[in-house]
């Protein structure tokens, strides 16, 4: 395997490896890929946020999207609203259990783990975590104050 050169979607070069890695893991298991970054700045956010927020949910559109049989596909979308930032993480899906808000993970014992750490990194941005599932789609939302 030949080492990833990052792909520059942004100014922020650790963002840039994770979304570079976490593609080419998409492309290997045969999912359809959308990235659509505006030009955003996202250096404000500390590099163990940016790892914990995109690599957390980037691994579980993954987890979910993998398991179909037929068409897989994740989207990527990053852009600004006034002085906010928003991610949106879609991905088709097969059903999804609801327990508290969360989707039931099938990780075991500790299973959703991720989604409370994702939460924790958006609150110190004052911002908010909204996820949605409408038939065989699951969205992940975000809005981080910049």
Request: hydrophobic content about 35%; overall charge neutral; some cysteine.
């Amino acid at each position: 395997m030949k080492p990833l050169i990052p792909v520059q979607y942004t100014e922020n070069p650790i963002l840039n490896i994770l979304l570079t890695d976490k593609e080419s893991v998409m492309r290997e298991k045969g999912i359809s890929v959308t990235i659509k970054i505006d030009n955003v700045n996202l250096n404000f956010i500390e590099p163990i946020d940016i790892t914990t927020i995109f690599g957390n949910l980037l691994d579980n559109a993954i987890e979910a999207t993998e398991k179909l049989k037929g068409e897989k596909y994740i989207c990527i979308k990053i852009g600004s609203y006034h002085k906010m930032i928003v991610v949106s993480i879609e991905n088709n899906c097969n059903e999804v259990k609801w327990k508290n808000g969360f989707p039931v993970s099938n990780k075991g014992k500790n299973g959703g783990i991720g989604l409370l750490n994702v939460q924790s990194s958006i609150k110190k941005y004052d911002g908010d975590l909204t996820l949605k599932n409408d038939g065989n789609k699951f969205a992940a939302e975000l809005f981080l104050n910049s």
